[in-house]
């Protein structure tokens, strides 16, 4: 959430300004309204990034609604070919889309590119457009009368995305609401701009008419102009779950509809009878995998009985043999961290941890990467021993830091996951498929892996949260974010018959 505020060393050459996209093209910005994008391997500027506001969301908007009608109307197959096209473009490029990801991001090229392939999943999903559109007829509904319940577009719509996945989130979003035939402005963060600017121009090479995308680049001043713009119907937001209240209830304020999907702070629980070399792969590569950076993260490790003392040993072990170095490095595990000001938060919270009595088995903060001392790299940190009300057990870190928590047997382990203000996802490790299968009913979590450490569902399903981390009704992606992005409507409909005429009657209609 927070702005860079470093002083920027002068650049030697002129650095690359990144600009908005409306109306099918970018549009021209002046050093003067922009904010740097680093490079968090080096600790460099890399580019610049305009700060957009209520202007550029009302050129976006109009641009969006004269563009509207014609796509609303286009034949669904030829709405799909514009689907698929982006799905080809987007596949030929998406080491391109990755490369740009860890170069603005931080985590690894591998990581990025698999980041890329799930949101071309949820591609995949809505080009089978005219198959989800399909609406309804119900014969008969009244003497020589037929009901028709259609799916239509709302028409100019927004998604508001976090810096973590600049490609993955846009894609989970953009392609469901354009296959629903809306227009839709994207703003995108502001900290990972590069393969989000290339997306524009992959949607302009597949064919889509300008004015049906556009990105609004920006912060407060943007996203409070999506809120406000009555000509914007309906929002999905990904990010922290304070900025996602505040666009939900400003949003909901004005009609609109809105979707927040937030942050997160999830629990991996482990039973003694699972298998602890594959557990502790998993929660070594779940906690720290794109440096914690992940909302489906697992940063709590719920020991039942002896598993904290069989697992930590094996977790250290993987721990050590970690390879933390910039995103492109052959082999890396661990890129930096994406901004200095969130490295600096998570030392904070490791700080926080110690003060509250955790367990420091593993402490990453004084990892310095000898060639780039300026990096924004931190090493991976393990706390044991933390417990329910320590600060580190109840927020969201979003770093490398994970948490052992000790309980005696299952049911404390349920009551804890449930407890939670936060539910995002979870897993269960049981090699115990009774145990795994209570899981299931019993946790009010909505995204839920067995011996599955990242549960985020397939790009064709839906993708949800519940408590502190969504705000709303309907999960995104899927079917539900088809049903997000349409408004159905009912039609009834009678044609008149030859001889078939009613007496004139002012009793309202029954259907017989
Ligand atoms: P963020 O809330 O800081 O930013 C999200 C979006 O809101 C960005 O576009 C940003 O520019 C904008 N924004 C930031 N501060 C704002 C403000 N004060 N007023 C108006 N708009 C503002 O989130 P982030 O740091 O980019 O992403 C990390 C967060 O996102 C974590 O909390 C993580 O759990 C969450 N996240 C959730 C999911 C999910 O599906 N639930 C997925 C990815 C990330």
């Not at 908007?61 to 669904?76: C, I």
């Not at 993260?297 to 020991?303: G, I, M, S, Y």
């Not at 300026?374 to 870190?397: A, C, H, R, S």
């Not at 049903?483 to 009834?492: A, L, P």
């Amino acid at each position: 959430m927070a702005i860079e505020t470093r002083r920027e060393p002068a650049p030697a050459v002129p650095l690359p300004i990144l600009s908005h996209w409306i109306d099918g093209r970018p549009v021209e910005v002046l050093p003067e309204g922009t904010q740097p994008v680093y490079n968090p391997a080096t600790g460099q500027v890399i580019a610049r990034v305009p700060r957009g506001g209520k202007v550029e969301v009302d050129a976006a908007v109009e641009a969006a609604k004269r563009a509207f009608p014609a796509w609303r109307d286009m034949p669904l197959i030829a709405r799909s070919q514009v689907l698929f096209a982006f799905r080809e473009v987007a596949w030929k490029h998406r080491e391109e889309l990755a490369k740009l990801i860890t170069r603005d991001h931080g985590k690894t090229f591998a990581d990025a590119l698999a980041g890329v392939t799930r949101g071309i999943e949820t591609v995949e999903y809505a080009c089978g457009l005219p198959v989800h559109l399909a609406g309804m007829n119900t014969p008969n509904v009244a003497t020589g009368g037929d009901a028709v319940t259609l799916r239509q577009p709302l028409g100019v719509v927004a998604a508001i995305t976090p810096f973590n996945f600049p490609v993955m989130v846009p894609m989970w979003i953009v392609p469901i609401a354009i296959a629903a035939g809306n227009a839709v402005i994207l703003k995108p963060s502001s900290h990972t701009p590069g393969a989000t600017q290339l997306q524009a121009e992959l949607w302009k090479e597949a064919g889509l008419p300008d004015g049906i995308f556009s990105i609004v680049y920006g912060g407060r001043d943007a996203v409070s102009a999506i809120v406000e713009h009555p000509d914007i119907a309906a929002i999905q937001f990904v990010g922290s779950t304070p900025v996602g209240r505040y666009v939900y209830e400003e949003g909901t304020k004005r009609g609109k509809r809105v979707g927040a999907f937030t942050s997160a702070k999830n629990m991996m629980v482990v039973l003694p009878d699972a298998d602890m070399e594959q557990t502790a792969d998993a929660a070594v590569a779940s906690g720290y995998g794109s440096a914690g950076e992940r909302c489906m993260a697992q940063t709590l490790v719920v020991a039942v009985g002896d598993v904290g003392d069989r697992l930590r040993p094996l977790m250290l072990e993987r721990i050590a043999k970690l390879k933390i170095d910039d995103g492109m490095a052959p082999g890396v595990d661990m890129g930096p961290i994406y901004t200095r000001e969130h490295r600096a938060s998570i030392i904070k919270w490791i700080d926080r941890g110690v003060e509250e009595g955790a367990e420091l088995v593993g402490d990453g903060r004084p990892v310095v990467h000898p060639e780039h001392p300026d990096g924004f790299f931190l090493g991976v940190t393990l706390f044991d021993g933390v417990k329910p009300g320590m600060d580190i057990y109840n927020e969201e870190i979003f770093g490398p830091v994970l948490g052992i928590v000790r309980v005696d047997t299952y049911d404390e382990a349920i009551k804890l996951v449930n407890s939670h203000k936060y539910a995002n996802g979870t897993a269960i490790f049981t090699t115990d498929g009774g145990a795994a299968r209570r899981y299931q009913l019993e946790v009010d979590v909505p995204m839920i892996g067995v011996n599955v450490p990242i549960p985020v569902p397939a790009g064709y399903l839906s993708f949800s949260g519940a408590k502190e981390s969504a705000i709303g009704d309907l999960p995104m992606r899927g079917e539900d974010g088809l049903r997000f992005f349409t408004r159905q409507k009912e039609v009834t409909i009678r044609w008149p018959e030859p001889g078939r005429r009613a007496a004139l009657s002012l009793v309202f209609p029954s259907n017989t």
